[in-house]
């Protein structure tokens, strides 16, 4: 069974679509992430949950926004797509404390 | 200065070889530190968790941490070509476990 799955894989879309990612963990953890991982492979924090509550809010545009309907599941929603949001995103859950994180799968996106 | 740094490599090693990836940090009160191995179009996985100072050995490999020096290591011994990868070195800002910030990665090569 997969720990942290997201959905979709890969997503080609258009400047100024909107578009959302999903994510879900069968681990049972209470904390969630979304890291942006850009094409110089560096890995940032976006966005942290802790039992369905923001914790952490990086610098990142209004236009993301992180949506957490139960501890299992946290989801990423990008209006007005840019360029710039071309990267690679990156799921992850930890048990509360200074935990390891296990990553999802990664999705590719792409706008053009 | 940044965060957390790393070498961005690459750093090639004959087969056989050990191989040493370094990292430091700047925060001071930083409390957990952890090596991510990410192959290329993968995502993250741990290698090694250290949270006091000293060594930790693991297998082929061994995590240092020297918190006065604000420095942590990876030791790759008896390096196989199956280890070229790009080794994240990341830290845990706080004591719960919640914002995990990542270094650039050093990429690996390991010759046959």
């Known amino acids: 069974d997969t720990a942290v799955s997201q959905t979709p894989k890969y997503l080609v879309t258009q400047m100024g679509n909107d578009k959302s990612i999903k994510c879900e963990q069968n681990?049972?953890?209470?904390?969630m992430y979304w890291y942006k991982q850009d094409s110089k492979k560096f890995l940032k924090i976006m966005f942290s949950y802790n039992n369905k509550e923001l914790i952490i809010n990086e610098t990142v545009p209004n236009r993301f926004s992180p949506k957490s309907p139960d501890k299992a599941h946290l989801n990423l929603h990008i209006n007005s797509l840019e360029l710039g949001d071309s990267a690679v995103y990156f799921c992850a859950s930890s048990q509360r404390g200074p935990e390891t994180q296990y990553f999802g799968p990664g999705t590719r996106l792409l706008v053009l | 200065q940044k965060e957390v740094e790393q070498n961005s490599g690459p750093l090639s090693v004959p087969e056989g070889a050990i191989a040493s990836l370094n990292c430091t940090y700047s925060?001071?009160?930083?409390?957990?530190f952890f090596w991510y191995r990410q192959y290329s179009g993968k995502s993250p996985e741990l290698i090694m968790s250290i949270y006091s100072n000293g060594d930790k050995e693991d297998g082929r490999f061994t995590a240092q941490l020297n918190k006065a020096s604000q420095y942590v290591s990876l030791l790759i011994r008896d390096s196989q070509p199956s280890d070229s990868a790009t080794y994240l070195c990341?830290?845990?800002?706080?004591?719960?476990?919640?914002?995990?910030?990542f270094g650039p990665g050093t990429r690996l090569s390991v010759l046959p």
């Open positions: 990341a830290v845990n800002k706080d004591n719960y476990g919640q914002n995990f910030v």
């Open positions: 925060d001071r009160g930083s409390q957990s």
């Open positions: 681990l049972g953890h209470d904390t």
